[in-house]
């Protein structure tokens, strides 16, 4: 079975820290640009973070540069979101999304709900 699965999600008060995972089953993401997605309460999903197939090169949503860092493990199939300085503002259900490099081919996760609270 082809799918994304996203863990790590919870609870964290405000400048506390959490490592998202984006794990991949019957395919390799070597192939595949990465991107993590957030999408709030009441408002429309928006892009995070992003790493390149090939390339590895990464980029990172204005809110976001100097606290979150994506990293990809090929050895583990597995894309991991660190979230660092959280922010109330950063609660959302996160995704992880998959592009193929070679066809249009693409893999959303099922998302993880990160909650920014005291």
């Known amino acids: 079975q082809l799918q994304l699965v996203e863990s790590g999600g919870g609870m964290v008060q405000p400048g506390g820290s959490l490592r998202l995972s984006c794990a991949a089953s019957?395919?390799?993401?070597?192939?595949?640009?990465i991107s993590w997605f957030r999408q709030a309460p009441g408002k429309e999903r928006e892009g995070v973070s992003c790493?390149?197939?090939?390339?590895?090169?990464?980029y990172y949503e204005d809110s976001v540069k100097g606290r979150f860092t994506i990293s990809r493990d090929n050895a583990r199939n597995t894309v991991y979101l660190q979230m660092n300085s959280l922010k109330p503002e950063d609660t959302a259900v996160y995704y992880c999304?998959?592009?193929?490099?070679?066809?249009?081919?693409?893999?959303w996760g099922q998302g993880t709900l990160v909650t920014v609270s005291e």
């Open positions: 999304n998959a592009k193929s490099r070679f066809s249009h081919v693409e893999y």
């Open positions: 019957g395919f390799t993401l070597n192939d595949y640009a």
């Open positions: 790493i390149g197939s090939s390339d590895g090169l990464t």
